[in-house]
């Protein structure tokens, strides 16, 4: 795949992908700022941030040194559609009405309850409490974003390239959150899940057909007619197909009960 079309889909995918799972993260981050304070919030959220990392560039030299091109695309390639698809799934029933919206507001106040309704211990000078959720909520939404980031950048050849725009994100989303000391609600945040499974499904299954040259006599990928063009093809493909399902499936909810049982 050449270098064009690799850094514009990882840094379109990655900072979408992470300015997702982070406002989500950030919820969790405001709560427990508000409600205990920031100084262990933060440094709970700097650690997991830190962690992230380690974990990114340690799977990435592993599987970069130790998977032949052509098998890491197949690999990459077959999970990076299926969870491409999980993304795609969700928001095509919010989308459909069959789904409830994501709801900031009500998350950050079912965080900040439970927050203030914790007892404190402190260790090491810093609210256990806050610290230890701040960091969990933080690593368990960005691990999403290392499987992002560590496939688009060992496709792509440039992981630090992918990281850099996870950090990106990361770093956007959460000091805007910080700053205005409430959820980001108004995100469009189906939407963006909807852009970002439709790129997920569209490069995994790009790369997946690439490795199938795996099986091949020489073991080398194979090539696409059109090159990096055909990813356009392949989006434009996932973007019908989505929207059939959400048009056949809020068809389907609005329909009347007698016509549904019979």
């Given amino acids: 795949m050449g270098i064009d079309g690799s850094v514009l889909g990882l840094l379109t995918a990655t900072f979408l992908a992470s300015a997702v799972e982070m406002v989500e993260a950030l919820t969790i981050v ?4 508000i409600s205990r304070g920031w100084r262990s919030t933060l440094v709970g959220a700097g650690a997991a941030l830190v962690a992230l990392a380690a974990v990114t560039a340690v799977v990435g030299v592993a599987l970069v040194d130790s998977v032949p091109e052509s098998l890491l695309q197949l690999i990459i390639g077959s999970l990076l559609l299926v969870f491409g698809l999980q993304w795609l799934r969700k928001a095509i029933l919010r989308s459909a009405g069959l789904k409830d919206l994501h709801d900031e507001d009500e998350i950050f106040r079912s965080e900040s ?5 914790a007892g404190t211990q402190r260790r090491a000078g810093l609210d256990w409490f806050a610290f230890v959720v701040s960091f969990k909520g933080v690593f368990l939404e960005g691990l999403e974003v290392v499987f992002i980031v560590v496939t688009f950048g060992l496709n792509a050849r440039s992981v630090g390239l992918a990281a850099a725009a996870a950090a990106a ?3 956007v989303v959460l000091v805007t959150g910080v700053l205005a000391r409430r959820p980001l609600s108004r995100v469009p945040e189906n939407t963006l899940k909807f852009a970002v499974g439709l790129l997920l499904a569209s490069f995994g299954t790009f790369w997946a057909v690439e490795g199938l040259g795996t099986f091949s006599d020489a073991g080398e990928s194979l090539e696409w007619p059109g090159g990096d063009l055909a990813l356009l093809g392949l989006l434009a493909l ?4 989505s929207r059939a399902a959400v048009l056949t499936l809020r068809a389907g909810a609005t329909q009347p009960e007698t ?4």
């Avoid at 405001?30 to 700022?33: C, E, K, Q, S, V």
């Avoid at 309850?113 to 309704?117: C, G, I, P, S």
């Avoid at 996932?238 to 197909?241: D, G, L, M, T």
């Avoid at 016509?259 to 019979?262: A, C, E, L």
């Fill in 113 to 117: 309850e439970a927050a203030r309704a």
């Fill in 30 to 33: 405001l709560a427990l700022g």
């Fill in 259 to 262: 016509q549904r049982s019979g």
């Fill in 238 to 241: 996932w973007i019908v197909a």
């Fill in 169 to 171: 994100a990361a770093v």
